[in-house]
Nanobody
Framework: QVRLVESGGVLVQAGGSLTLSCEVSGGDLVDRAMGWYRRAPGKERERVAAITWFGDEIDYGDFVKGRFTISRDNGKKTVLLRMNSLKPEVKAVYFC??????????????WGRGMQMTVSS
């Protein structure tokens, strides 16, 4: 069964940088947009970033403000989220997700287990 496996998070100092990685294991998700979402304490899940299959279109949450970069390597079946200038308010559980089609505006239906990330001040 195809799974999305997140790694690279946990704890980082404020102002630092971090790269989250998502690997597709157990199969393929060909021609699917991929994305990162997060759920902060007491808040609804929200999109952080999403990228089309070919990487030609990217969508970021408004709060990102140029500090994060999503990328993908289809040959390695990975999606990365580079996060810079981290602030304590980015503390959340981060999820990798796959959409129903190659477009970032498609519905995201397959989810990783999530990974807690905390930024220390």
């Amino acid at each position: 069964q195809v799974r999305l496996v997140e790694s690279g998070g946990v704890l980082v100092q404020a102002g630092g940088s971090l790269t989250l990685s998502c690997e597709v294991s157990g199969g393929d998700l060909v021609d699917r947009a991929m994305g990162w979402y997060r759920r902060a304490p007491g808040k609804e899940r929200e999109r952080v970033a999403a990228i089309t299959w070919f990487g030609d279109e990217i969508d970021y949450g408004d709060f990102v403000k140029g500090r994060f970069t999503i990328s993908r390597d289809n040959g390695k079946k990975t999606v990365l989220l580079r996060m810079n200038s981290l602030k304590p308010e980015v503390k959340a559980v981060y999820f990798c997700a796959a959409a129903t089609s190659r477009h970032y505006y498609a519905e995201f239906v397959r989810w990783g287990r999530g990974m807690q990330m905390t930024v220390s001040s």
